[in-house]
């Protein structure tokens, strides 16, 4: 008796699924070393973008829009709080108060990152921008972070509760055109791939390119 889904998904929905299992793989990897979780956040979000031009070349499943939420909601809200929550216990200890307030806005991290998903399935997934920063973005934003050396807990922390008001506001993001989505992965590829200082010059150019498109990609960034 053949799976169920066999016959139903695309080629994209494959590479979909495939990335909620990096999700899990980076929550597992924040608990040993941080750096490689973010290396496996920022190869989700290469994935994350490949399913989407699979989809487009290829065609998708009715499941499709359905199966991307779900793995965002793995590889891109709850690694990314996992990530957090394990460099704050590596540089801080377990001290309760700041520990619990760490937590604390991590869980507010995922419970944003899963409303905001929500409603971009609802509203959005069929139109050329989105309200709200994207998970992807946020989580990009605190992987590259990360390998590019910017892990003290004072930094992250705050960073997060911004990131969290921000995927909830009603803020228009255009999406990337072809040209810039490519450059942005390879810029992720390159961070990924290299270690040391090249690895964090790449993460650096990385974080770069995502906190310009935070801040300027509402009122700047070109349509077509």
């Known amino acids: 008796m053949k799976p169920r889904f066999v016959g139903h998904f695309g080629v994209a929905d494959y590479v979909t699924v495939s990335n909620a299992a990096l999700g899990f793989l980076a929550a597992v990897a924040a608990l040993v070393d941080p750096t490689l979780a973010a290396r496996v956040v920022l190869l989700g979000a290469v994935a994350d973008g490949l399913d989407g031009v699979l989809a487009r070349q290829f065609g998708g499943s009715e499941a499709g829009p359905y199966l991307d939420s779900l793995a965002d909601v ?18 801080w200890g377990f001290d309760p108060l700041r520990s619990w307030v760490a937590a604390g806005l991590c869980a507010l991290f995922v419970a944003m990152g899963v409303t905001r998903l929500g409603l971009y399935t609802a509203y959005d997934s069929k139109s050329d921008s989105t309200e709200g920063v994207p998970t992807t973005l946020a989580a990009t934003i605190l992987s590259a972070g990360v390998l590019a050396g910017f892990a003290d807990p004072v930094v992250l922390v705050p960073l997060v509760g911004v990131l969290s008001v921000m995927m909830v506001t009603t803020i228009n993001y255009p ?13 992720q590829a390159l961070a990924i791939l290299l270690t040391g200082y090249p690895g964090e010059v790449f993460a650096f ?8 498109y935070l801040f300027l990609g509402p009122r700047f960034y070109w349509r077509k």
């Open 205 to 212: 150019g990385l974080l770069f390119l995502a906190l310009g």
């Open 74 to 91: 793995a590889s891109f809200c709850v690694a990314p709080a996992v990530l957090v929550v394990s460099v704050v216990q590596a540089t």
């Open 175 to 187: 999406d990337l055109h072809w040209q810039d989505a490519l450059v942005m992965g390879v810029v």
